[in-house]
Protein backbone atom coordinates (compact mmCIF):
# COMPACT_ATOMS: atom_id res chain seq x y z
CA UNK A 1 0.00 0.00 0.00
CA UNK A 2 2.79 2.61 0.60
CA UNK A 3 4.43 1.93 -2.63
CA UNK A 4 1.24 2.79 -4.67
CA UNK A 5 1.27 5.89 -2.35
CA UNK A 6 4.81 6.54 -3.22
CA UNK A 7 4.35 5.94 -6.66
CA UNK A 8 1.16 8.07 -7.30
CA UNK A 9 3.01 10.96 -5.41
CA UNK A 10 5.97 10.43 -7.99
CA UNK A 11 3.79 10.98 -11.01
CA UNK A 12 1.92 13.92 -9.72
CA UNK A 13 5.67 15.58 -8.66
CA UNK A 14 7.09 14.82 -12.17
CA UNK A 15 4.19 15.66 -13.72
CA UNK A 16 3.88 19.43 -12.35
CA UNK A 17 1.31 20.26 -15.60
CA UNK A 18 -1.08 18.98 -12.88
CA UNK A 19 -0.87 21.55 -10.76
CA UNK A 20 0.96 24.01 -13.09
CA UNK A 21 -0.51 27.77 -13.44
CA UNK A 22 -1.30 29.22 -16.90
CA UNK A 23 -0.30 32.42 -17.78
CA UNK A 24 -3.78 33.79 -17.41
CA UNK A 25 -4.23 32.58 -14.14
CA UNK A 26 -0.61 33.71 -12.71
CA UNK A 27 -2.09 37.28 -14.18
CA UNK A 28 -5.27 37.12 -12.90
CA UNK A 29 -2.97 36.52 -8.93
CA UNK A 30 -0.99 38.86 -9.63
CA UNK A 31 -3.31 41.88 -10.12
CA UNK A 32 -6.55 41.10 -9.06
CA UNK A 33 -6.92 42.92 -6.18
CA UNK A 34 -5.92 45.82 -7.71
CA UNK A 35 -9.07 45.17 -10.42
CA UNK A 36 -11.15 44.71 -7.99
CA UNK A 37 -9.76 47.84 -5.96
CA UNK A 38 -10.34 49.92 -9.23
CA UNK A 39 -13.88 49.00 -9.80
CA UNK A 40 -15.13 49.47 -6.14
CA UNK A 41 -13.63 53.19 -6.77
CA UNK A 42 -14.79 53.77 -10.47
CA UNK A 43 -17.24 51.46 -11.37
CA UNK A 44 -15.66 49.34 -13.87
CA UNK A 45 -16.11 45.89 -13.68
CA UNK A 46 -12.78 43.77 -12.40
CA UNK A 47 -13.80 41.26 -14.44
CA UNK A 48 -13.55 43.96 -17.43
CA UNK A 49 -10.09 45.12 -16.42
CA UNK A 50 -8.66 41.89 -16.36
CA UNK A 51 -10.20 40.36 -19.12
CA UNK A 52 -9.02 43.29 -21.24
CA UNK A 53 -5.16 43.48 -19.82
CA UNK A 54 -5.71 39.50 -20.13
CA UNK A 55 -6.20 39.48 -23.80
CA UNK A 56 -4.42 42.94 -24.96
CA UNK A 57 -1.14 41.77 -22.87
CA UNK A 58 -1.05 38.10 -23.90
CA UNK A 59 -1.26 37.68 -19.77
CA UNK A 60 1.35 40.29 -19.00
CA UNK A 61 4.13 38.20 -21.53
CA UNK A 62 3.46 40.44 -24.95
CA UNK A 63 6.45 42.27 -25.71
CA UNK A 64 4.85 45.94 -24.82
CA UNK A 65 3.70 44.24 -21.77
CA UNK A 66 7.43 43.59 -20.34
CA UNK A 67 9.45 46.87 -22.11
CA UNK A 68 6.72 49.55 -21.27
CA UNK A 69 4.82 47.96 -18.58
CA UNK A 70 1.47 48.87 -21.28
CA UNK A 71 -1.23 46.03 -20.55
CA UNK A 72 -3.93 47.75 -22.08
CA UNK A 73 -2.72 48.34 -25.66
CA UNK A 74 -3.05 52.16 -25.32
CA UNK A 75 -1.46 54.04 -27.92
CA UNK A 76 0.67 57.44 -27.79
CA UNK A 77 3.75 59.10 -27.85
CA UNK A 78 4.13 59.46 -23.48
CA UNK A 79 6.23 57.86 -21.34
CA UNK A 80 9.68 55.93 -20.94
CA UNK A 81 10.38 53.55 -24.30
CA UNK A 82 13.68 50.91 -23.90
CA UNK A 83 12.28 50.04 -27.28
CA UNK A 84 10.41 51.92 -30.48
CA UNK A 85 6.69 51.66 -30.47
CA UNK A 86 3.39 53.03 -31.12
CA UNK A 87 2.03 52.36 -28.10
CA UNK A 88 2.55 54.46 -24.78
CA UNK A 89 5.67 53.25 -22.04
CA UNK A 90 4.92 53.45 -18.36
CA UNK A 91 7.59 53.56 -15.34
CA UNK A 92 5.46 50.85 -13.99
CA UNK A 93 2.28 48.75 -14.27
CA UNK A 94 0.18 50.42 -11.87
CA UNK A 95 0.77 53.85 -14.13
CA UNK A 96 -0.81 51.83 -16.95
CA UNK A 97 -3.75 50.91 -14.71
CA UNK A 98 -4.22 54.49 -13.66
CA UNK A 99 -4.01 55.85 -17.19
CA UNK A 100 -6.56 52.95 -18.63
CA UNK A 101 -9.01 54.14 -16.09
CA UNK A 102 -8.62 57.85 -17.83
CA UNK A 103 -8.76 56.61 -20.77
CA UNK A 104 -12.31 54.69 -20.16
CA UNK A 105 -13.34 57.98 -18.24
CA UNK A 106 -12.32 60.39 -21.56
CA UNK A 107 -13.52 58.45 -24.48
CA UNK A 108 -16.32 56.53 -23.10
CA UNK A 109 -18.43 58.37 -20.12
CA UNK A 110 -21.67 57.21 -21.66
CA UNK A 111 -20.79 53.55 -20.24
CA UNK A 112 -20.25 54.63 -16.52
CA UNK A 113 -24.12 55.76 -16.67
CA UNK A 114 -25.33 52.79 -18.46
CA UNK A 115 -23.86 49.76 -17.19
CA UNK A 116 -23.76 48.46 -13.67
CA UNK A 117 -20.68 47.26 -12.27
CA UNK A 118 -21.80 43.68 -12.34
CA UNK A 119 -22.63 43.85 -16.16
CA UNK A 120 -18.97 42.68 -18.33
CA UNK A 121 -21.06 42.06 -21.54
CA UNK A 122 -22.77 44.99 -21.90
CA UNK A 123 -19.31 46.82 -21.07
CA UNK A 124 -17.23 44.50 -23.45
CA UNK A 125 -19.77 44.87 -26.13
CA UNK A 126 -19.52 49.47 -25.48
CA UNK A 127 -16.32 49.69 -25.36
CA UNK A 128 -15.76 47.67 -29.02
CA UNK A 129 -18.97 49.90 -30.58
CA UNK A 130 -17.06 53.07 -29.32
CA UNK A 131 -13.88 52.06 -31.59
CA UNK A 132 -11.53 50.63 -28.74
CA UNK A 133 -10.35 47.90 -31.26
CA UNK A 134 -10.90 47.42 -34.83
CA UNK A 135 -11.74 43.71 -34.79
CA UNK A 136 -15.57 42.34 -34.35
CA UNK A 137 -14.82 39.74 -32.31
CA UNK A 138 -13.23 41.49 -29.78
CA UNK A 139 -16.16 41.61 -27.33
CA UNK A 140 -16.61 38.00 -27.80
CA UNK A 141 -12.73 37.23 -26.62
CA UNK A 142 -12.59 39.39 -23.45
CA UNK A 143 -15.60 37.91 -22.59
CA UNK A 144 -14.55 34.29 -23.39
CA UNK A 145 -11.86 34.92 -21.34
CA UNK A 146 -14.29 36.07 -18.35
CA UNK A 147 -16.05 32.91 -18.12
CA UNK A 148 -13.33 30.62 -18.84
CA UNK A 149 -11.54 32.12 -15.63
CA UNK A 150 -15.04 33.05 -14.26
CA UNK A 151 -13.80 36.73 -13.68
CA UNK A 152 -17.05 37.69 -12.88
CA UNK A 153 -16.90 36.74 -9.79
CA UNK A 154 -14.86 39.41 -8.83
CA UNK A 155 -17.63 41.44 -9.79
CA UNK A 156 -19.84 40.77 -6.50
CA UNK A 157 -19.74 43.29 -3.48
CA UNK A 158 -18.30 40.53 -1.26
CA UNK A 159 -14.88 40.69 -3.78
CA UNK A 160 -14.54 43.91 -1.98
CA UNK A 161 -12.29 41.91 0.97
CA UNK A 162 -9.52 41.44 -1.79
CA UNK A 163 -9.04 45.56 -1.91
CA UNK A 164 -7.09 45.59 1.98
CA UNK A 165 -3.60 46.13 1.62
CA UNK A 166 -2.77 47.82 -1.45
CA UNK A 167 -2.40 50.68 -3.48
CA UNK A 168 -4.79 52.10 -5.70
CA UNK A 169 -5.27 53.89 -9.05
CA UNK A 170 -7.33 56.51 -7.70
CA UNK A 171 -7.33 59.89 -5.15
CA UNK A 172 -8.22 60.47 -1.55
CA UNK A 173 -11.07 62.40 -3.38
CA UNK A 174 -12.22 59.96 -5.83
CA UNK A 175 -12.42 57.24 -2.98
CA UNK A 176 -14.98 59.46 -1.00
CA UNK A 177 -17.22 59.77 -3.57
CA UNK A 178 -19.36 57.58 -6.04
CA UNK A 179 -21.50 57.84 -9.18
CA UNK A 180 -24.80 55.41 -9.37
CA UNK A 181 -24.23 53.34 -12.43
CA UNK A 182 -27.06 51.66 -13.58
CA UNK A 183 -28.70 48.26 -11.36
CA UNK A 184 -27.28 50.09 -8.10
CA UNK A 185 -29.46 50.36 -4.73
CA UNK A 186 -28.18 51.83 -1.30
CA UNK A 187 -27.65 48.63 0.05
CA UNK A 188 -25.60 46.96 -2.63
CA UNK A 189 -23.42 50.50 -2.46
CA UNK A 190 -23.23 50.10 1.62
CA UNK A 191 -21.92 46.29 1.08
CA UNK A 192 -19.20 47.57 -1.26
CA UNK A 193 -17.85 50.32 0.23
CA UNK A 194 -18.28 48.64 3.87
CA UNK A 195 -20.49 51.23 5.39
CA UNK A 196 -24.27 51.15 6.35
CA UNK A 197 -27.48 52.76 3.69
CA UNK A 198 -27.92 54.86 7.33
CA UNK A 199 -24.54 56.15 6.87
CA UNK A 200 -25.04 57.41 3.32
CA UNK A 201 -28.37 58.75 3.66
CA UNK A 202 -27.02 60.40 6.76
CA UNK A 203 -23.87 61.81 4.72
CA UNK A 204 -26.10 63.15 1.36
CA UNK A 205 -29.34 63.79 3.41
CA UNK A 206 -31.29 61.50 1.85
CA UNK A 207 -34.86 60.51 2.68
CA UNK A 208 -35.32 57.73 1.28
CA UNK A 209 -34.02 55.04 -1.07
CA UNK A 210 -34.73 56.20 -4.42
CA UNK A 211 -31.41 56.81 -6.57
CA UNK A 212 -30.89 58.04 -10.20
CA UNK A 213 -28.12 57.15 -12.27
CA UNK A 214 -25.08 59.65 -12.35
CA UNK A 215 -25.94 60.64 -8.73
CA UNK A 216 -22.65 61.40 -6.91
CA UNK A 217 -22.66 60.25 -3.16
CA UNK A 218 -20.58 60.98 -0.39
CA UNK A 219 -19.35 57.93 0.96
Known amino acids: ?57 ASGTSRIAKYLNN ?25 CYVDFVSFLKNQFTGLFTRYASDDYRGWAMGIQRGGYAHSRTWASQVTAIIRKYKLNELDTPSSSILQSNVSAPATSEEINTYNVKRGDTLIRIAERF ?26
Open 1 to 57: MLKKIVYASLIVFISGTAVAQTPAENYIESYKKVAVTTMNQHGIPASIILGIAIHES
Open 194 to 219: RTTVKEIKNKNGLTSSMLNIGQSLHL
Open 71 to 95: HFGLKGKSGPKPIKSAYKGYDNVND
